[in-house]
Structure formats: C-alpha cells, structure tokens
T-cell receptor, first 112, second 112 residues
Framework: NAGVTQTPKFRVLKTGQSMTLLCAQD?????MYWYRQDPGMGLRLIHY???????AKGEVPDGYNVSRLKKQNFLLGLESAAPSQTSVYFC???????????FGPGTRLTVT | DQQVKQNSPSLSVQEGRISILNCDYT??????FLWYKKYPAEGPTFLIS?????DKNEDGRFTVFLNKSAKHLSLHIVPSQPGDSAVYFC???????????FGTGTRLKVLA
C-alpha cells in the first residue's frame, strides 16, 4: 500500500516549457488536491477534484490545469512555466473522512 | 488577506514540557479545523481535528482547543518529545466546501 505517490520528485524547467506532474493514490479516495508551498506562505490550494471526471479551482489556479480521468490519478499541468511557479508541489487525497488528507512526498520544481 | 494565521514562526521547548502552538482565523464561516505535522522532505501528515460544535478534542499527547468567540485555536502537546520537532500547520474549512486554508506554519524544536 503506497498511499499517495508523486512523479517526478525534482524537476528544473526553463521559462516557457511545459510539464505534467502526476499524482497517484491507491486508497480508493474520492477527493484529490494539488497544493503549492512557498517559503512563508504555507500551503495554498491550486485545484481539487471531488471525484473522477471532476475538477474545481482552488485559491491559486492561474497558470495551471488539471485532469482526473481516472479515480486514482490527478494530473497537474503547467502549459508555459514561469519563474513564479518555482515551488514545492504537494498532492493529497481524502476519503470518507474528507478532512483527513493524505499527502504525497512533494515535487520540487524550479523554473529558470 | 490571510484567513488563517500562525503568528509564531518558531517555538523551542524543553523535552517533557508543554508545547502550545497557536492559530487565529478571520472567516466566521470556518467550522472545521485541522492540525498537520510536517517533517523536512516529506508531505504533511494529519494530526488532529476539531469541529466547531466542540471546544476541545484530545488524542493521546495532543489536545486541540477551539475558542470560537476569539476565532482562535491552539494545539497542546504534553509531554513534548524530541520526535515532535517539526513544522505544524493549522488549517480551516467551511464544511460546505472542500477547500482547506492553511496557515504559514510554526517550526517546533523540542530540546533534549
């Protein structure tokens, strides 16, 4: 039982490049979330999903897109990376106890 | 405008003593509150929660207190142990949504 996994763990992008971060969970959770963590800012919600095929905007959605084609996967896309998107990205999922989120280990993204 | 605030960025406590971490919120619609613990290079892990219908919730060494009139919650750790050294985040939610607003975190150091 791996819980929540994130791929990749580290990535360096040049401004304007695109990439997709993959989050996978094996707990059959309905709810999935993408956060970013910046120094002094705590965790901020980018997008979330309340079930397969659904997505919704969080606090800071601009510059990101998401898809939840399969229940176990939640993808976060950056179409044209900017230095302001340099951050640590965390994926999380939750089940019937919606408030109890299980987090992945994070992806450290640097945009130069 | 930060809706969830943790005004102490860091706290040091002697092993065996009580650790008190504080959190303030501004949105009166918040009715569910959480504490997460985060070690370096790992994702946050859920610690304890409290609903607005309660003013106290206890789980082993961890107790969360909620003062709705003051819009304030606190996490008490008794007795503190060196393994408790981590960053602690509080988070709040309006249970009508799935969005969780996180504070900026407090780094706790328990000295042996």
């Amino acid at each position: 039982n791996a819980g929540v996994t994130q791929t990749p763990k580290f990535r360096v992008l040049k401004t304007g490049q695109s990439m997709t971060l993959l989050c996978a969970q094996d707990m059959n959770h309905e709810y999935m979330y993408w956060y970013r963590q910046d120094p002094g800012m705590g965790l901020r919600l980018i997008h979330y999903s309340v079930g397969e095929g659904t997505t919704a905007k969080g606090e800071v959605p601009d510059g990101y897109n998401v898809s939840r084609l399969k229940k176990q996967n939640f993808l976060l896309g950056l179409e044209s990376a900017a230095p302001s998107q340099t951050s640590v990205y965390f994926c999380a999922s939750s089940g019937t106890r919606v408030y109890e989120q299980y987090f992945g280990p994070g992806t450290r993204l640097t945009v130069t | 405008d930060q809706q969830v605030k943790q005004n102490s960025p860091s706290l040091s406590v002697q092993e065996g003593r009580i650790s008190i971490l504080n959190c303030d919120y501004t949105n009166s619609m918040f009715d569910y509150f959480l504490w997460y613990k985060k070690y370096p290079a790992e994702g946050p892990t859920f610690l304890i929660s409290i609903s607005s219908i309660k003013d106290k919730n206890e789980d082993g060494r961890f107790t969360v207190f909620l003062n709705k009139s003051a819009k304030h919650l606190s996490l008490h750790i008794v007795p503190s142990q060196p393994g408790d050294s981590a960053v602690y985040f509080c988070a709040a939610s309006d249970s009508g949504t799935y969005k969780y607003i996180f504070g900026t975190g407090t780094r706790l150091k328990v000295l042996a």
